[in-house]
């Protein structure tokens, strides 16, 4: 028997549990179907962002930097401990209580929003129909007026690097070691390499990241890049760049990491190896050949900015269709695409995705850098504000870092600002929400902001773009 549901995705993780739950309150009668599986061998949505993703590493970072603080950062402030001590198998076990916990959250959200949900793989079929391998092996065929793709992506694996058992890992193999690592070394310094090399650096491994470009975060801009890598130095992470993985051999309960950069071929010995050298989109066993979907060069479910695919009906959205692939990216395309389903006209703006790194300094952007500005012949005014000044910062013993607010030189209109320091994750959606509203430098610099709190950094950098920051002697920047 075939059921008919109007909206058929496939996927629940964030992309896919975001449009699932939207196409439900639209009143369109929803399935969503997700294949994954947990440790416990049950099934658990929320996909790569909240079983091995965002949220079990946050969890980690959070408690890896209250630790680096006790151990660091108490003592500046007065507060004296003696016999710190880091009792791994118990972070792991709360790590895994908040997968848990959230993804039974899920679960609980599409049930009482009467999305009928499916644990098995799917497969897309001609006439958008899709053939679902249920967990007991049997097979259910159901039909959607409408799908949407949503099947994310996983990690790229090399050969000279292949896993390991417990020793060369994946960024899911680095969020569930038992142990610290003595020597742990990290293969790729983009944000999952930093963010996972900076947990257990923390903790106290020594760690050394191999990164085979040589710019440092080169999506960031510059001067924040620039920053970010000083204070990781600080802290005793070894960030060699232009470093090329070539090789990895294990030694009993080691491994032999051989690389080459500029000076020739060099060796390594790890107690653990993380492979965090980017992920891909993912569309194994889910395309029949006639099923009308392509994809792109690289892999990705080619669309157009409505994430409409070439298949009539089709949609797909997430890490499996070009752009960032971040959550947040993803739920607002799953957002977008029910919605138009449902007669609605939202679309995503592109221009104005934040971007995250949780490392401590936090670093965070959205819009523009200033080089890709430059690049584009672009005229522009720059506001910076150091958190070295920001009364809250101080009082808070964390004053690394600074706010940069880019504004188009004659229309003042904001382009891009760009943060490193404590909390930027939280700080950048004010950017985002004044970007989004197109605001100018000037609309920021007048608006009210509370005292005293990081935020102030931001107004100061507004009112540093015309050179009138309080806190701060800032001069006005000539006009290019
Ligand atoms: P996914 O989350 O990958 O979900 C896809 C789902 O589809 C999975 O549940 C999968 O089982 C299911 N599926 C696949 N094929 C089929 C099939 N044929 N049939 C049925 N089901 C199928 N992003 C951020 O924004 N912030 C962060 O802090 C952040 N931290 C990260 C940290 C790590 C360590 C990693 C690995 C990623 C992180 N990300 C972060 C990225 C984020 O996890 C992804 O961008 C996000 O999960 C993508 O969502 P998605 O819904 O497109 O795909
Ligand atoms: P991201 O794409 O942000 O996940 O980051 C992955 C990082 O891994 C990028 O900065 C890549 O340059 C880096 N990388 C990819 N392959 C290798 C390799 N063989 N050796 C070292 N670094 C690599």
Known sequence: ?????????????????????????????????????????????????????????????????????????????????????????????????????????????????????????????????????????????????????????????IPPCQLAEDIIVDSSGALDFQTVPERLGVVGAGVIGLELGSVWQRLGSEVVVLEALEEFLPMADKQVAKEAAKQFKKQGLDIRLGARLTGSELKGQKVEVSYSDAEGDKTEIFDRLIVAIGRRPYTENLLAADCGVDLDERGFIYVNDLCVTNAPGVYAIGDVVRGPMLAHKGMEEGVMVVERIAGKKPLVNYDCVPAVIYTHPEIAWVGKTEQELKAAGDVFNIGLFPMVASGRAMAANDTVGFIKLIADAETDRILGIHMVGAHVSELISEAVIAMEFASSAEDLALTMFAHPTLSEALHEAALAVSGHAIHIATRKRKKK
């Not at 970072?61 to 007065?78: M, R, T, V, W, Y």
């Not at 004296?80 to 709360?94: F, L, S, T």
């Not at 897309?124 to 793709?149: M, W």
């Open 1 to 157: 028997m075939t059921d008919q549901f109007d909206v058929v995705i496939i996927g629940a993780g964030p992309a896919g549990y975001h449009a699932a739950i939207r196409a439900a309150q639209l009143g369109l009668n929803t399935a969503c179907i997700d294949k994954w599986v947990n440790k416990q061998g049950k099934p658990a949505y929320g996909g790569t962002c909240l079983n091995v993703g965002c949220i079990p590493s946050k969890t980690l970072l959070d408690a890896s930097h209250k630790f680096a603080e006790a151990n660091h950062g108490f003592a500046d402030i007065g507060i004296n401990i003696k016999g710190i001590e880091m009792d791994v198998p118990k972070m792991m076990a709360r790590k895994d209580e908040v997968v848990a916990n959230l993804t039974k959250g899920v679960a609980g959200l599409l049930k009482a929003n009467g999305v009928a949900v499916f644990d098995g793989a799917a497969k897309l079929n001609a006439g958008r129909n899709i053939e679902i391998t249920l967990h007991d092996g049997s097979v259910k065929s159901i039909t959607g007026e409408h799908v949407v793709i949503a099947t994310g992506s996983v990690p790229v694996s």
